[in-house]
């Protein structure tokens, strides 16, 4: 028998709900608010994201050596694994980084061109606005997913209209914030070297600190009603 007063759950969708809630690395502090810096994964996970693409670009930049500014982004990524190991820390986004800059230069020095360096990350970008889409239409919006086990809620807002409303805003919140990153730096990338520099200044602007701003929006838009004076009393 199910509580009354809660939705019926639905078989094994709870559980998986949970898994990915506790996969996708988001964190509040102790007050409520979305910890937004621990969420892109800390100081140190800002820098793993930004650096490696910024070595690629300075040093092509300055030497228009391909295999050099490729050898040099995979170095850096390199050396957070290293420190992350050395500290025993989550090799998890040190790892994600190595594998995503790898195959970023790869593309780069196959084809000989610096531009798809930045391929994989549409590529990405895409398949995860893809995914927040089709969670809206087959009503687990993603937001809803992650940030009801934040709040525990667990996933019992789906038996809320106006929660599952405000998860679905949250979720397409993030689905615009993804899509302004390709409606930005797609047209650089069809300028090909010419547009390589300001291609690679927005992958930098538009990426973690994009990402932050789209979190702690979707966050905002997603609260829960404050209780009225009645119901706090009661």
Known sequence: MEPEGQPPKEPGAAELAAAYAARAGLHRHADGRIDVLRSAGGVRGVLESILPGLVFLVAFTAVRDLVLSAVLSLAVAAVFVVVRLFTRTSLTQAFAGIVGIAVSAALALFTGKAENFYVSGFLTNAAYILALAISVFVKWPLMGVVFGFLRNEGVHWRGDAQRARQYRLGTWIMVAVLGLRLVV???????????????????????VPLYALGIWLAWLVTRPAAPSPEAAGD
């Open 185 to 207: 730096e797609v047209p650089l990338y069809l300028m090909g070297d010419a547009g390589l520099v300001a291609l690679g200044a927005m992958r930098l602007l538009l990426g």
